[in-house]
């Protein structure tokens, strides 16, 4: 029996196949699917097969019922399966009470708070410079590996030379955000300023208005949500939208109907603490 014949009889006992599925009944092996190409298209050109979707293409028997198998999303490697996590308000609660708790975490947070009130202004670049590096190091930013890029004196001046920035923070703009992650226009610091506002609005004027976005977040949120994607983060990101983002935050808050006080930065510490 040739490749044509073996084709439509797999396709009348299977229904609908992919050209890999194909290739491994005749062959064994899914490392024959171009042996069967040529072939195969002959079919689909003669409409005797028809071809539906891409990456990858199914293949029936013309008047045949067409039936896709559903996708099936699988986490990338290494990361863990969210599906059993609860998002409420006692369950934000604990975790930000955990984090708190630790040795490490705990501590450092106090300090931040501590730090900030000691020095709220961002206005001398010394000041905002001890700051950056306080947040820099108790957040991970590494903000050190991109030297090359901008410096500590530059990213401190650029930072204090933003108009009315204490007021604005105080306040919640999220363009600030932007304004810091922008930089001198070589480097991207988005997460880096979303901390660094976060960690001023909440810790010294004890508000939350300021969403977090980072690798852990960014990684996570499309395993939570099904309404975004790495994909849409990402291009908020580079958009220099972080509004978009924080009223994504605050939209899915609501829609969970959690009502804590310090709602967006418990949510954090929650998706940090479940997957870090």
């Not at 067409?66 to 490697?77: M, R």
């Not at 820099?136 to 204090?160: G, P, R, Y």
């Amino acid at each position: 029996m040739g490749q044509k014949e073996t084709i439509v009889d797999l396709l009348k006992t299977n229904g609908t196949m992919t050209q890999l599925a194909l290739a491994e009944a005749i062959y064994g092996d899914k490392n024959h699917g171009p042996n069967i190409y040529s072939v195969l298209m002959g079919r689909v050109n003669s409409g005797a097969v028809l071809r539906t979707g891409s990456q990858p293409a199914y293949y029936s028997l013309s008047g045949a019922d067409i039936v896709i198998p559903e996708k099936v999303t699988q986490p990338k490697k290494g990361v863990r399966d969210v599906s059993g996590d609860e998002i409420t308000n006692e369950t934000i609660e604990e975790a930000g009470r955990i984090v708190a708790e630790t040795d490490n975490y705990g501590p450092e947070m106090e300090m931040i708070t501590r730090c900030l009130r000691r020095f709220p202004d961002n206005t001398d670049p010394d000041i905002v410079a001890m700051k950056v590096g306080l947040i820099d190091i108790t957040n991970s930013t590494h903000l050190s590996q991109h030297k090359s890029k901008i410096s500590m004196v530059e990213l401190s001046s650029i930072i204090a030379s933003i108009p009315d920035i204490d007021a604005r923070i105080k306040a919640g703009d999220p363009e600030v955000v932007n304004q810091i992650a922008r930089s001198n226009g070589r480097i991207n610091l988005f997460s880096f300023a979303s901390k660094y506002c976060c960690y001023h609005n909440r810790n010294l004027y004890e508000r939350d208005d300021y969403s977090i976005l980072d690798t852990v977040l960014k990684e996570h949120l499309p395993l939570y949500f099904s309404d975004v994607t790495e994909t849409q983060i990402d291009n908020w990101r580079k958009a220099y939208n972080y509004k978009a983002y924080n009223d994504y935050i605050t939209k899915k808050l609501d829609e969970l109907g959690i009502t804590v006080e310090f709602r967006k930065r418990k949510f954090d510490l929650f998706v940090w603490y479940k997957n870090r």
